[in-house]
């Protein structure tokens, strides 16, 4: 079983323990990344809760039948911190928890990467 925190929580803390730095959000695009990086889902899920809803039945059924595709990476967001940990970022909480549970090496998303300018 996953540890999974709460992007909004994620954000918030980053924030607060770096108030005295400056940073900028990149747009990456797609990009190929380890689904063991992913720390967080939004609020609005609660794990385990997601594994068994509606949506992660209908994704589970198409990975079962056609295996991992990465189809529509513009819709699986993804906010990754200047540590490489990443968090979901509006779209992909299913996609991001299912990766995960079934230990995928790479799957696409699109990334927004979050930097120090000093």
């Given at each position: 079983?996953?540890?999974?925190?709460?992007?909004?929580?994620?954000?918030?803390e980053?924030?607060?323990?770096?108030?005295?730095?400056?940073?900028?959000?990149?747009?990456?695009?797609v990009?190929?990344?380890?689904?063991?990086?992913?720390?967080?889902?939004?609020?609005?899920?609660?794990?385990?809760?997601?594994?068994?809803?509606?949506?992660?039945?209908?994704?589970?059924?198409?990975?079962?039948?056609?295996?991992?595709?990465?189809?529509?990476?513009?819709?699986?967001c993804?906010?990754?911190?200047?540590?490489?940990?990443?968090?979901?970022n509006?779209?992909?909480?299913?996609?991001?928890?299912?990766?995960?549970?079934?230990?995928?090496?790479?799957?696409?998303?699109?990334?927004?990467k979050?930097r120090?300018?000093?």
């Amino acid at each position: 079983m996953s540890e999974w925190r709460v992007s909004e929580e994620v954000i918030e803390e980053f924030s607060k323990n770096n108030q005295d730095r400056e940073v900028t959000t990149d747009d990456i695009g797609v990009q190929s990344i380890n689904p063991q990086d992913i720390i967080a889902i939004n609020e609005n899920y609660d794990y385990p809760d997601i594994l068994s809803d509606y949506k992660m039945d209908k994704l589970k059924k198409s990975v079962e039948e056609n295996n991992w595709t990465n189809e529509q990476p513009q819709g699986f967001c993804l906010l990754m911190l200047p540590d490489g940990k990443m968090i979901v970022n509006g779209a992909g909480n299913h996609r991001a928890v299912l990766a995960k549970e079934l230990s995928i090496e790479s799957v696409k998303a699109t990334i927004k990467k979050v930097r120090y300018i000093k």
